[in-house]
């Protein structure tokens, strides 16, 4: 049997950022039950494989994996493709945890139902988003019943936690900013932003790394 490896952070606390990501593609001909579906898949990915060593907070880690799967949409002609072994796999999942739930009469953890399919968390965990349904979320009455209530982060914090971002980057001298920019706005690989600021991919990974410690430092003051 596969070792399972719980999740570094929980995805549920961060749908949020789904939200924020799914936003900046309304209104260009996909619905946003299917960008909220696929960044929901990105946040799943992102949760499972982020390592909180690296000293990058998670949604720095997370908003690019998430963008990347809904763009991936677009690619892919605007539908969350499942493949035939994973949407067998959901519905085992779905009903083993629909036995579970039987015998214990508590909603079973994600540990519990990959143990009992001999694999992964995270592929339990795909898994069973594959096989839920997309939830509509704006069908519901006139009075707002029926809707789903996404949790989203408060616009004023926002604008604290952006103003405060810019006041530690504002400590960064001109090169550091640039690196900053190429890795995380222009989403260029260490090897790309080695070429472009004429730097070798270990240096660049050094020195975004002490950039990073240095931020999180600066921020957590």
Same mark, same amino acid.
């Given at each position: 049997?596969?070792?399972?490896?719980?999740?570094?952070?929980?995805?549920?606390? $961060?749908?949020?950022?789904? $939200?924020?990501?799914?936003?900046?593609?309304?209104?260009?001909?996909?619905?946003?039950?299917?960008?909220?579906?696929?960044?929901?898949?990105?946040?799943?990915?992102?949760?499972?494989?982020?390592?909180?060593?690296?000293?990058?907070?998670? %949604?720095?880690?997370?908003?690019?994996?998430?963008?990347?799967?809904?763009?991936?949409?677009?690619?892919?002609?605007?539908?969350? $493709?499942?493949?035939?072994?994973?949407?067998?796999?959901?519905?085992?999942?779905?009903?083993?945890?629909? +036995?579970?739930? +039987?015998?214990?009469?508590?909603?079973?953890?994600?540990?519990?139902?990959?143990?009992?399919?001999?694999?992964?968390? %995270?592929?339990?965990?795909?898994?069973?988003?594959?096989?839920?349904?997309?939830?509509?979320?704006?069908?519901?009455?006139?009075?707002?019943?029926?809707?789903?209530?996404?949790?989203?982060?408060?616009?004023?914090?926002?604008?604290?936690? $952006?103003?405060?971002?810019?006041?530690?980057?504002?400590?960064?001298?001109?090169?550091?900013?640039?690196?900053?920019?190429?890795?995380?706005?222009?989403?260029?690989?260490?090897?790309?932003?080695?070429?472009?600021?004429?730097?070798?991919?270990? +240096?660049?990974?050094?020195?975004?790394?002490?950039?990073?410690?240095?931020?999180?430092?600066?921020?957590?003051?």
């Amino acid at each position: 049997m596969e070792q399972s490896r719980k999740p570094a952070v929980a995805a549920e606390a $961060h749908l949020g950022l789904v $939200h924020l990501c799914a936003n900046r593609f309304r209104e260009r001909g996909i619905e946003y039950e299917e960008l909220y579906s696929a960044g929901c898949l990105g946040l799943v990915k992102a949760a499972n494989a982020f390592d909180a060593e690296r000293g990058v907070c998670f %949604s720095t880690y997370a908003v690019p994996v998430i963008l990347g799967e809904i763009r991936r949409l677009f690619r892919e002609g605007g539908s969350v $493709h499942v493949g035939r072994r994973l949407q067998e796999l959901g519905m085992r999942a779905s009903r083993i945890a629909e +036995q579970l739930r +039987q015998q214990n009469g508590a909603e079973p953890t994600v540990r519990q139902i990959a143990d009992a399919l001999g694999i992964s968390e %995270s592929e339990t965990a795909e898994a069973l988003c594959a096989a839920q349904p997309v939830a509509s979320l704006t069908a519901g009455t006139d009075d707002g019943e029926g809707c789903t209530d996404i949790p989203v982060p408060s616009p004023e914090n926002r604008i604290q936690e $952006h103003l405060a971002l810019e006041q530690v980057l504002s400590l960064l001298d001109a090169r550091d900013r640039r690196l900053l920019h190429l890795r995380y706005h222009e989403n260029l690989t260490q090897c790309q932003t080695a070429a472009q600021l004429g730097m070798t991919q270990v +240096q660049v990974s050094r020195r975004e790394k002490k950039i990073l410690l240095f931020l999180r430092a600066e921020l957590l003051k």
